[in-house]
T-cell receptor, first 114, second 112 residues
Framework: DTGVSQDPRHKITKRGQNVTFRCDPI?????LYWYRQTLGQGPEFLTY????????KSRLLSDRFSAERPKGSFSTLEIQRTEQGDSAMYLC????????????FGEGSWLTVV | AQRVTQPEKLLSVFKGAPVELKCNYS??????LFWYVQYSRQRLQLLLR??SRESIKGFTADLNKGETSFHLKKPFAQEEDSAMYYC??????????????FGQGTILTVHP
């Protein structure tokens, strides 16, 4: 499969626990994005990487959120001390840095905080 | 600040009827506009972008900078067009290209 893959696809966790999501982009893509989507809303930008460098973070990304892309390939998004408001779909996307290139999305990771 | 507005959350048409999904945006710079589609149980995927000026699956969209709109149109809707449609924009060129701002989406249902 040459698409963007995300793991796990579903996660149920208790409030206060930490969770980590993984994203594997399309192999030659050097840009990787994280978005969050809540019910009834469009995806909202969280952060993006160019290779291993995290170039921008949204104000939506509180201190409890951290994203890494240590070798410029896969990325992880960790949420510490989860809150019920963190329940959402976390989408990863990737692209090749070149204006006009398509941004490809993964299937997302559903998080439910109980 | 940039903003994308899709005024209709739900849109229902009958097969063979024309369909128009509305999208308005506000952006101070030079935007690039997209339509993304999500079919049932599938991932979000690009339908078309304004710079390509192409027709995909019979859909077209024209960027109207005067009215700051990017409406999606199809003259004859098909049942397989039923899906969630998102309008999105990014800054054309520059380092933040690919950082997308999405509208809330429109659920299109095409009845037989």
């Amino acid at each position: 499969d040459t698409g963007v893959s995300q793991d796990p696809r579903h996660k149920i966790t208790k409030r206060g626990q930490n969770v980590t999501f993984r994203c594997d982009p399309i192999s030659e893509h050097n840009r990787l994005y994280w978005y969050r989507q809540t019910l009834g809303q469009g995806p909202e930008f969280l952060t993006y990487f160019q290779n291993e460098a995290q170039l921008e973070k949204s104000r939506l990304l509180s201190d409890r959120f951290s994203a890494e892309r240590p070798k410029g390939s896969f990325s992880t998004l960790e949420i510490q001390r989860t809150e019920q408001g963190d329940s959402a779909m976390y989408l990863c996307a990737s692209s090749f840095l070149q204006t006009g290139n398509t941004i490809y999305f993964g299937e997302g990771s559903w998080l439910t905080v109980v | 600040a940039q903003r994308v507005t899709q005024p209709e959350k739900l849109l229902s048409v009958f097969k063979g009827a024309p369909v128009e999904l509305k999208c308005n945006y506000s952006y101070s710079g030079s935007p690039e506009l997209f339509w993304y589609v999500q079919y049932s149980r599938q991932r979000l995927q690009l339908l078309l972008r304004h710079i390509s000026r192409e027709s995909i699956k019979g859909f077209t969209a024209d960027l109207n900078k005067g009215e700051t709109s990017f409406h999606l149109k199809k003259p004859f809707a098909q049942e397989e067009d039923s899906a969630m449609y998102y309008c999105a924009l990014t800054r054309a060129g520059g380092t933040s290209y690919g950082k997308l701002t999405f509208g809330q989406g429109t659920i299109l249902t095409v009845h037989p």
